[in-house]
C-alpha cells in the first residue's frame, strides 16, 4: 500500500482492500459492541459478587428442585439454541434459505424456551417474598435487601438481551427470505447470539449453583 | 469480488461443531454435578469459574468463529477486554473490610 499514490490508497481502502481485519465493517462494529457490552455485564456481576462478599449472610434460594434443574434446562436451550445458530449461519453461507430459515427458527424457540422459564423461575422467586430492593430471606428475615437488587439486574438485563436476540433473528428470518439481507448479516447476528449464551455460562455459575442451599 | 469479501476464512465442520456442543453439555453438568455434591464454597468458586473460562473459550473460538479470523483481529479484541474486565478485582479488597467497618460489631 505505501508504494501507491495518494488516489489509489483513497479508493482501496474504501473499497475494503487495506482492512488489517478482513471482516466488513458490520462484523467488526458488532464484536466491539460486544466487547463492551461484555463490560457492562462484568460490571454486573462484579457489583453482585461484591455485595455478597461483604454481606454477613447472603440469601441461598436456590434448592436442587426446582431452581437448579429448570437453570439447568434453561443453559440447555440456550446451549443448543446456539449449535442451530451455527447451523443456521453454515446454511446461510451456503445459500439455502429453506435450511436457514428452519434452523434460525429452531434458534428462536430455544430462545423463547429459556425466557418463559426463566419468567416462571422469577414468578416462583417474586411469590416468596423477593423484590428489587427487600425479600423474606436471611436470618433475621430481610437482612439482605441488595440480592434482589442484583439479582434482578444481573439476570434481568441477560432476559432483556435474550428478548432483543429473539426479536433480532425474526428480523433478520424475514430478510433472509425477502433477499434483503446477506449471509453476512445472518452470521453478525449469530456473534450477538451466540454472546448472550456466553454470558449465561458466567450467570448461571455465580448466581444459581453458587447459591445452593447448605446442610 | 471485492478485496474486502475475497479473504477465504477456514472453516469448522458440522462434527467439530457438535464435539464443541458436547463438551460445552458435558463441562455444564459437571458444574451442577459439584453444586450437587455441596463442595466447600471457595473451592467451588474456583472451579467453576475455571470451567466458565473453558466454555466461554470453546463459544468465543468456534461458535463465533474468532479462531478462524486473523490475528489482529483477536488480539483487537480479547486482551484488552480480559484486562478491563480484570481491573474489576480491584474493588474486592474493599468489599471484604466493609464488616470492621461496620457498627455495632
Known amino acids: ?57 447472603w440469601p441461598l434460594p436456590f434448592p436442587m428442585w426446582p431452581s437448579i434443574t429448570t437453570a439447568t434446562i434453561m443453559t440447555f436451550c440456550l446451549l443448543t439454541s446456539s449449535i442451530t445458530m451455527v447451523m443456521a449461519v453454515l446454511n446461510a453461507k451456503k445459500g439455502n434459505v429453506r ?31 423477593l423484590r428489587p430492593f427487600s425479600n423474606t430471606f436471611g436470618n433475621p428475615p430481610g437482612s439482605t435487601p441488595l440480592f434482589g437488587a442484583t439479582f434482578f439486574t444481573a439476570t434481568g438485563l441477560h432476559m432483556l438481551h435474550v428478548t432483543i436476540g429473539v426479536i433480532v433473528l425474526a428480523n433478520m428470518a424475514r430478510g433472509f427470505k425477502k433477499g434483503t439481507y446477506s449471509a453476512d448479516m445472518v452470521e453478525i447476528s449469530g456473534l450477538y447470539w451466540h454472546f448472550v449464551d456466553l454470558v449465561w455460562m458466567f450467570i448461571f455459575p455465580l448466581i444459581y449453583l453458587m447459591s445452593v442451599p447448605r446442610g | 469480488m471485492s478485496a474486502n469479501t475475497a479473504h477465504v476464512h477456514a472453516e469448522a465442520g458440522t462434527p467439530v461443531y457438535m464435539k464443541v456442543w458436547s463438551a460445552l453439555i458435558a463441562l455444564t453438568l459437571l458444574e451442577v454435578f459439584l453444586a450437587y455434591e455441596r463442595v466447600r464454597l471457595d473451592l467451588m468458586l474456583i472451579i467453576l469459574m475455571g470451567l466458565s473460562l473453558i466454555k466461554s473459550a470453546l463459544i468465543v473460538a468456534y461458535f463465533m468463529h474468532l479462531k478462524f479470523e486473523r490475528l489482529n483481529l483477536i488480539l483487537t479484541v480479547i486482551p484488552m477486554c480480559v484486562l478491563c474486565l480484570c481491573l474489576f478485582a480491584i474493588f474486592f479488597p474493599d468489599s471484604m473490610r466493609l464488616f470492621e467497618f461496620r457498627y455495632p460489631k
Not at chain 1, 105 to 110: D, P, V
Open chain 1, 1 to 57: 500500500m505505501a508504494t501507491t499514490s495518494a488516489g489509489e490508497v483513497s479508493i482501496s481502502v474504501w473499497g475494503g482492500g487495506a482492512s488489517p481485519y478482513a471482516v466488513s465493517s458490520r462484523k467488526l462494529g458488532m464484536w466491539l459492541f460486544l466487547m463492551s457490552d461484555s463490560l457492562t455485564f462484568g460490571a454486573v456481576l462484579a457489583a453482585y459478587a461484591y455485595v455478597r462478599v461483604s454481606s454477613e449472610q
Open chain 1, 99 to 129: 435450511s436457514t430459515l428452519r434452523w434460525l427458527g429452531y434458534t428462536m424457540l430455544g430462545g423463547i424456551a429459556f425466557l418463559v422459564l426463566h419468567a416462571n423461575e422469577w414468578r416462583h422467586l417474586i411469590d416468596e417474598g
